[in-house]
């Protein structure tokens, strides 16, 4: 019963904790003249990912590297097939010539590298083991870098939604939401992790399996919160962007960010998830490509969900 109080109540710690980062950070940043195209896509941005990149950084750090990996690769998995599909059965979401033809790529593209970076046996014949080294995860900060210069001049265009009308609080109102959230980060990451790990060893579950599903949906929480209101306000730029943005940004900055400091040994398993994370980002952009408009409709929408449910159930059947 505790091991599940620390994993649910972590997942709850670390959603608010981010919130309170974000307010925190994005008015204080505004005091000082900041931009709030720059807040967003900083800031904003940092903030969905924060609660993936405390499980991680604390699942490496604890030796847990099956979770740090399944997180962030049931992450992407979750974040298209059930986020954009229960938005789409909100509204249909049209898709835009940007993500359409750069933005979803550059996700399918991070997936692809992932999956080269982790398998080195298959390249190097005299390696021993496959891992994420810490080069690898400096190659894949330097590709978030890239894709932040990106939307940075799309933002000056105006061709990219970004946060706006950030709400100026009291400089100690501020510093006191970034203190208590980055706090909350640390004490949710530290629970999530236990009573996941504890829940894997009592069930005989594997924690790759708890990592790509319980952890991987409760750390996704924010986007698909973020892109229902944003489909239900017909703000579908949003919604989409929400989620292709999130997917690059796990996979460059969080696991970037998470080999640099712990190099993470990858297990051979998590190749046939690493598959359908591809095939999710493939099958995405074949929906923008071979139907009569560049959009996700409610009936392609129920048949994520479908594919989505299938796959969980093969994960834990």
């Not at 949710?188 to 060893?201: F, N, S, T």
């Not at 319980?214 to 017909?234: C, D, H, R, W």
Request: hydrophobic share 55%; net charge neutral; charged share 15%.
């Amino acid at each position: 019963m505790i091991s599940f109080l620390l994993l649910f109540g972590g997942i709850a710690v670390i959603i608010l904790s981010a919130d309170w980062l974000v307010d925190g950070a994005s008015s204080l940043a505004k005091r000082f003249g900041i931009s709030d195209i720059v807040i967003g896509l900083t800031i904003v941005a940092f903030g969905t990912s924060s609660p993936e990149l405390a499980v991680n950084i604390f699942s490496a750090l604890r030796g847990a590297t099956d979770i740090a990996i399944g997180n962030i690769i049931g992450s992407n998995i979750c974040n298209i097939l059930l986020i954009l599909g229960v938005s789409s059965l909100i509204y249909p979401l049209a898709i835009n010539n940007n993500t359409k033809w750069k933005e979803i790529p550059l996700s399918l593209l991070a997936a692809v590298v992932l999956l080269v970076m982790a398998n080195d046996v298959f390249i190097n014949k005299e390696q021993t083991g496959d891992f994420l080294s810490r080069g690898d995860g400096l190659v894949l900060l330097c590709f978030m870098m890239i894709f932040l210069s990106y939307t940075y001049i799309l933002a000056l265009k105006g061709e990219v939604a970004v946060e706006e009308h950030v709400e100026i609080i009291p400089v100690w109102k501020s510093l006191a939401l970034i203190i208590a959230g980055l706090t909350g980060l640390f004490l949710g990451g530290k629970y999530l992790v236990e009573g996941a790990v504890d829940i894997a060893r009592m069930i005989g579950m594997s924690e790759k399996v708890i990592g790509l599903t319980i952890i991987a949906v409760g750390t996704s929480l924010p986007e698909l919160a973020t892109s229902a209101v944003a489909a239900y306000k017909k703000k579908t730029d949003i919604a989409v962007g929400n989620v292709i943005g999130s997917n690059i940004f796990n996979i460059f900055f969080v696991l970037g960010v998470t080999s640099v400091i712990n190099p993470l040994p990858f297990n051979k398993t998590v190749n046939a998830d690493m598959a359908v994370c591809i095939a999710a980002s493939l099958l995405l952009f074949m929906t923008t490509m071979t139907f009569r408009r560049s959009s996700i409709d409610r009936g392609e929408g129920a048949f994520f969900l479908v594919l989505y449910a299938s796959y969980i159930v093969y994960l834990v059947v």
